[in-house]
């Protein structure tokens, strides 16, 4: 056997712990431990990811979705960093009844992608000039992502995050939205109401303010429109929401 044949059939054997790769192994007892630090290995990496899901859940249930997950979707990226992308998915199918589950797992995955994405420093309203408002597009920083929610998960998720006793589930609002973005070196979330996840998609994709008004006031009636519009501008710049608000060349 080849170098390689040996080292892709350890692979296969990590993976599906199979006894005819174990036997091209050389089998024996001491292989076994290899196969016990491989999935530790994951356990660990998992349970560090989605720590708060993991006090949800409890130990126990925790690791035997973890185990699971190892069955179904086995590493595949150089870095663990990145191996419980599709775990919130994979929890969802677990606890269907229970959105809160997914949302809780989808919490503490976004907090970790948002502590290491891109950096971008926050204008500060000091610096906001903008020559004219009607062509004005507002750039939110690369940082900020915007999921909907169905349940309280974000107040589960703090109160875990605290050390506190978390509230029972409950549904929330249709429409609410949970904004999660970094200020400073810092991730941060709050809830968002059904306007303003519409004000920011559209601001996402490069629509003008003068546009985005015109969508609200069709919603709200044109002052409602102009006053929503305002206070959540001022709102995101005083929350380091806001990249830049520049002027767009017709």
């Given at each position: 056997m080849t170098l390689l044949a040996m080292q892709r059939t350890f692979r296969d054997w990590l993976v599906t712990s199979e006894d005819a790769a174990a036997e091209a192994l050389g089998g024996g007892h001491g292989t076994a431990v290899y196969q016990n630090n491989y999935r530790i290995a994951l356990v660990s990496s998992l349970a560090e990811t989605f720590q708060r899901l993991a006090l949800w859940l409890g130990n126990e249930a925790f690791e035997v979705a973890a185990a699971r997950y190892i069955d179904a979707r086995p590493p595949s990226s150089w870095t663990l960093d990145a191996y419980g992308e599709d775990f919130t998915a994979f929890i969802d199918g677990l606890?269907?009844?229970?959105?809160?589950?997914?949302?809780?797992?989808?919490?503490?995955?976004?907090?970790?992608?948002?502590?290491?994405?891109?950096?971008?420093?926050?204008?500060?309203?000091?610096?906001?000039?903008?020559?004219?408002?009607?062509?004005?597009?507002?750039?939110?920083?690369?940082?900020?992502?915007?999921?909907?929610?169905?349940?309280?998960?974000?107040?589960?998720?703090?109160?875990?995050?605290?050390?506190?006793?978390?509230?029972?589930a409950e549904a929330v609002e249709q429409g609410t939205a949970l904004l999660v973005w970094r200020q400073g070196l810092e991730p941060v979330f709050r809830r968002a109401d059904a306007y303003e996840r519409d004000v920011l998609a559209w601001s996402a994709t490069g629509e003008g303010f003068a546009t985005i008004c015109e969508r609200l006031a069709a919603m709200l009636g044109e002052e409602a429109a102009v006053i929503t519009a305002g206070a959540l501008l001022g709102r995101w710049l005083v929350e380091e929401m806001v990249a830049t608000v520049r002027s767009r060349l017709l």
């Amino acid at each position: 056997m080849t170098l390689l044949a040996m080292q892709r059939t350890f692979r296969d054997w990590l993976v599906t712990s199979e006894d005819a790769a174990a036997e091209a192994l050389g089998g024996g007892h001491g292989t076994a431990v290899y196969q016990n630090n491989y999935r530790i290995a994951l356990v660990s990496s998992l349970a560090e990811t989605f720590q708060r899901l993991a006090l949800w859940l409890g130990n126990e249930a925790f690791e035997v979705a973890a185990a699971r997950y190892i069955d179904a979707r086995p590493p595949s990226s150089w870095t663990l960093d990145a191996y419980g992308e599709d775990f919130t998915a994979f929890i969802d199918g677990l606890y269907p009844d229970d959105p809160e589950v997914a949302e809780l797992a989808f919490i503490d995955w976004t907090v970790g992608q948002v502590f290491v994405g891109s950096d971008a420093e926050a204008l500060r309203p000091e610096r906001l000039a903008v020559a004219d408002w009607e062509t004005a597009v507002i750039h939110p920083v690369p940082s900020l992502l915007v999921m909907p929610i169905a349940t309280n998960a974000d107040v589960i998720w703090q109160a875990l995050a605290t050390g506190e006793n978390p509230p029972p589930a409950e549904a929330v609002e249709q429409g609410t939205a949970l904004l999660v973005w970094r200020q400073g070196l810092e991730p941060v979330f709050r809830r968002a109401d059904a306007y303003e996840r519409d004000v920011l998609a559209w601001s996402a994709t490069g629509e003008g303010f003068a546009t985005i008004c015109e969508r609200l006031a069709a919603m709200l009636g044109e002052e409602a429109a102009v006053i929503t519009a305002g206070a959540l501008l001022g709102r995101w710049l005083v929350e380091e929401m806001v990249a830049t608000v520049r002027s767009r060349l017709l």
